[in-house]
């Protein structure tokens, strides 16, 4: 390593130790004191000069090697990992909007994707006038396109695509083309993709649910039926055939109202404020969660998961992972992605 760099490590600092290494590393390889393919310290050297357990220093070796930071050589030690500038691939990465479970499959493909690409994010909030002209402004920039196409009519209603939009991405090169979340078959030619089926994901999802399901006296879905990002109709229609395929009772709300009646039912949210309306209407009448009333809400993130909402969601990580595992690989594959049910105390 060179002599000039220095890993720095704050004792006073919230920021876990391992995560200062890793930081610090970063940094230096970005300031310019670590070359690609630099030799740094064993574990063994690190901890000793900075004063850490072996186990710090080994947990942030293992995080660089995950992200194809650093390579290991055996029987010579560690290296910043030796990537040609004119081999990395330039990624176009077009989400309709930043929300925390979009951010988290954008981030899990950007760390399984590491030094072998350069991603660059851009977001369209449903917008079709921004998704065409995001796409005209780049296109043949790029390696590859990855676009997640969700779109908002004129009546703010989901819509998958329009002609003008199908148009578009016609101009991109199938063999550089990925779609993730949402997929339109029409697009002509081979090209990836990664999508949810929302119509049977739900389904199923809450198939897996139902022995606890049937304990509520009826099941209502809160599905904001206009929105600036809104969601796909087809969560509706699989939604509407598990009740009656199971002769339940149910109904479908746009919103939480304020002081609604509570009873013994279970409560389907799609977005984060449906769900903080309704736990503290819960909390207010002293009802208790997962026996007076029950829910589960759509898309998991870290906070329902610390508050124990049952959740039916895609597997983000699977998503994002398996999306950079295609551009590394050149796959042209199309992925019915993981959707899972996750029962929890809200149930």
């Known amino acids: 390593m060179a002599e000039t760099f220095e890993i720095n490590i704050?004792?006073?600092?919230?920021?876990?130790?391992?995560?200062?290494?890793?930081?610090?590393?970063?940094?230096?390889i970005d300031g310019g004191e670590i070359q690609i393919g630099e030799k740094i310290p064993s574990i063994n050297e690190l901890s000793e000069s900075c004063f850490l357990s072996r186990d710090t220093v080994e947990k942030a070796y293992k995080e660089l090697r995950k992200r194809q930071i650093i390579e290991s050589v055996k029987g010579k030690g560690y290296y910043i990992s030796r990537v040609n500038k004119n081999d990395i691939i330039n990624i176009f990465f077009l989400i309709n909007k930043p929300s925390t479970y979009k951010m988290m499959i954008y981030n899990y493909f950007v760390?399984?994707?590491?030094?072998?690409?350069?991603?660059?994010?851009?977001?369209?909030?449903?917008?079709?006038?921004?998704?065409?002209?995001?796409?005209?402004?780049?296109?043949?920039?790029?390696?590859?396109?990855?676009?997640?196409?969700?779109?908002?009519?004129?009546?703010?209603?989901?819509?998958?695509?329009?002609?003008?939009?199908?148009?578009?991405?016609?101009?991109?090169?199938?063999?550089?083309?990925?779609?993730?979340?949402?997929?339109?078959?029409?697009?002509?030619?081979?090209?990836?993709?990664?999508?949810?089926?929302?119509?049977?994901?739900?389904?199923?999802?809450?198939?897996?649910?139902?022995?606890?399901?049937?304990?509520?006296?009826?099941?209502?879905?809160?599905?904001?039926?206009?929105?600036?990002?809104?969601?796909?109709?087809?969560?509706?229609?699989?939604?509407?055939?598990?009740?009656?395929?199971?002769?339940?009772?149910?109904?479908?709300?746009?919103?939480?109202?304020?002081?609604?009646?509570?009873?013994?039912?279970?409560?389907?949210?799609i977005r984060e404020r449906d769900l903080v309306n309704l736990v503290k209407q819960i909390r207010q009448n002293n009802m208790k969660l997962g026996e007076d009333i029950g829910i589960i809400s759509y898309n998991e993130t870290p906070l329902k998961e610390l508050l124990g909402i049952t959740v039916i969601t895609t597997d983000f990580k699977a998503m994002g992972e398996s999306a950079a595992y295609m551009i590394l690989k050149n796959k042209k594959e199309s992925v019915n992605n993981v959707f899972k049910f996750i029962q929890r105390d809200s149930l």
């Open 111 to 269: 760390n399984a994707i590491g030094t072998k690409g350069n991603v660059e994010m851009y977001i369209y909030h449903c917008d079709e006038t921004l998704f065409i002209n995001s796409l005209k402004k780049n296109l043949g920039g790029f390696d590859y396109y990855v676009i997640m196409p969700h779109f908002r009519d004129e009546q703010s209603k989901h819509t998958s695509s329009t002609r003008e939009v199908l148009d578009m991405i016609e101009k991109i090169p199938k063999n550089k083309l990925l779609m993730l979340d949402n997929t339109k078959p029409n697009i002509s030619g081979e090209y990836g993709s990664i999508y949810q089926d929302f119509e049977h994901d739900i389904y199923n999802a809450l198939k897996e649910g139902l022995d606890k399901i049937k304990k509520y006296e009826k099941i209502i879905l809160v599905y904001p039926d206009r929105s600036i990002h809104p969601y796909p109709f087809r969560i509706v229609r699989g939604f509407e055939k598990f009740c009656k395929d199971f002769k339940l009772d149910y109904e479908i709300l746009d919103e939480i109202y304020p002081d609604m009646e509570l009873q013994k039912d279970i409560f389907i949210t």
């Open 10 to 28: 704050n004792e006073h600092s919230r920021v876990p130790k391992y995560k200062q290494i890793v930081d610090s590393i970063l940094n230096g």
